[in-house]
């Protein structure tokens, strides 16, 4: 195959490039449309500014993933060696030259169009190199699974900081008082992407791979996605209070919640994969359905309006 070949099946396996653009254009819609709601502002951030947001907040969760093969190669190569940089399909080396090559385009695209946005930019992209070396104490980190997830998931408000300032830092004005709830769950919502994904029927488990069922039991591992998942219900709740919404968008995200939580409440009783996979399914709607009552269907209903 082509070099562009294997890249196409790289993504399809490793970084899903449909579903991740799916889930940024809605994360940095509904984070812009969040701070301008919450700051009572006219309209939306300019076409060329949100372009620029969606490029390189999509660029950030691709380094992710290339960060994360150089992460773990070596356990990658010794307990699976199916995915695509250990069975030779594509190498560390023209996954690194992609992800400096998204690095570059980041800083051009950022410096021409808003450098007012650099500092927030290069403050998430130090912390990713940090997390790539493990904040320089793997074997601590990894002896202590939750520091792991929480010293790891506090990129999510990071890269919220960087999606929220397409509004408040571009308009050269203070952030709303309500973006601290917005920060807050989109942290929690890390951890119930990160919990949902790592979570497997006994059977599927495999032998090296660290999942949260493997690490405390498939049922204690799920009720605390369980619980995750009311906290960052709570916390939207109020992120919606705060931006004035009312009954009606409690509802919707109340509802989102609810049915959500089906496919762990039925995987506590049948330890079948295909509900392990629905509840990083589920994890998903939640996250794309969160965002949009919050931020992304309240702008849209303006527009409409206007």
């Known amino acids: 195959m082509t070099l562009i070949q294997r890249f196409w099946?790289?993504?399809r396996e490793r970084f899903p490039v449909i579903a991740?653009?799916?889930?940024?254009?809605s994360f940095t819609f509904s984070a812009a449309s969040y701070s301008r709601i919450c700051r009572q502002a006219e309209g939306f951030v300019g076409v060329t500014k949100f372009i620029t947001g969606v490029v390189t907040a999509f660029g950030f969760f691709f380094l992710l993933r290339v960060f994360d093969e150089f992460k773990d190669a070596e356990d990658d190569a010794q307990f699976?060696?199916?995915?695509?940089v250990p069975r030779g399909l594509i190498t560390l080396r023209q996954i690194g030259w992609a992800g400096a090559a998204t690095i570059a385009f980041q800083l051009v695209l950022n410096i021409i169009v808003m450098p007012q946005m650099l500092w927030v930019y290069l403050i998430a992209l130090v912390y990713i190199g940090l997390m790539t070396k493990e904040f320089f104490?793997?074997?601590?980190?990894k002896a202590r699974p939750l520091t792991y997830m929480i010293s790891h998931m506090l990129i999510m408000p990071l890269i919220d900081l960087y999606t929220t300032g397409l509004d408040w830092i571009n308009e050269n004005t203070a952030a709303s008082?309500?973006?601290?709830?917005f920060l807050i769950l989109t942290f929690f919502n890390g951890i119930v992407i990160e919990i949902g994904r790592k979570i497997r029927a006994p059977h599927a488990e495999e032998h090296?791979?660290?999942?949260y069922s493997a690490l405390y039991g498939h049922k204690r591992a799920t009720v605390v996605w369980l619980l995750v998942l009311a906290v960052t219900g709570v916390t939207a709740y109020l992120a919606a209070h705060f931006a004035g919404y009312g009954i009606v968008s409690v509802a919707v995200l109340a509802g989102f919640m609810i049915v959500c939580s089906i496919p762990a409440f039925i995987f506590l009783n049948e330890t079948d994969h295909n509900w392990a996979k629905k509840i990083e399914l589920a994890a998903g709607v939640w996250t794309i359905g969160m965002y949009l009552?919050?931020?992304g269907v309240p702008m849209l209903v303006n527009f409409i309006r206007s």
Not at 80 to 84: K, L, Q
Not at 137 to 141: D, F, H
């Open 9 to 11: 099946v790289y993504q």
């Open 20 to 25: 991740y653009a799916i889930m940024v254009l």
């Open 80 to 84: 699976r060696p199916y995915r695509p």
């Open 137 to 141: 104490v793997p074997k601590w980190l």
């Open 177 to 181: 008082k309500g973006l601290i709830f």
């Open 208 to 211: 090296g791979v660290e999942t």
């Open 293 to 295: 009552t919050l931020g």
